[in-house]
């Protein structure tokens, strides 16, 4: 599966983005779907990921309430609303996809779970 991530930006504090990932290539419902990020000298971090069927969410805490990860299987679309946004959610934003047999619970984390990644969108977010 190929991934395109869009919708990265420069805003001020407080305000809204929404990043989108088109997967082309395969259908989308068999992968579970993650949004990573990552700044420069710093290891990619998870940010959130949702199940095949959109059934289960996680969210690293950071995050908790303020973004939201969303998939519209029959659009082959990932979709992370970022609201409240702060300077520190300034990254590079990449979307990954994984098909796994294990449960979406099981190192959904780990950047090296994924087998196929997008190319990334900043968000850039001033003071």
């Known amino acids: 599966v190929q991934l395109q991530a869009s919708g990265g930006g420069l805003v001020q504090a407080g305000a809204s983005l929404r990043l989108s990932c088109a997967a082309s290539?395969?259908?989308?419902?068999?992968?579970?779907m993650a949004w990573f990020r990552q700044t420069p000298g710093k290891d990619r971090e998870f940010v959130a990921t949702?199940?095949?069927?959109?059934?289960?969410?996680f969210y690293t805490d950071s995050v908790k309430g303020r973004f939201t990860i969303s998939r519209d299987n029959a659009e082959n679309m990932v979709y992370l609303a970022m609201n409240s946004l702060k300077p520190e959610d300034t990254a590079v934003y990449y979307c990954?996809?994984?098909?796994?047999?294990?449960?979406?619970?099981?190192?959904?984390?780990?950047?090296?779970?994924?087998?196929?990644w997008g190319q990334g969108t900043l968000v850039t977010v001033s003071s």
């Open positions: 990954a996809a994984r098909m796994t047999s294990r449960s979406d619970s099981y190192n959904y984390w780990v950047p090296g779970s994924y087998n196929y």
């Open positions: 949702i199940s095949l069927y959109g059934t289960g969410t």
């Open positions: 290539g395969r259908t989308l419902s068999s992968y579970q």
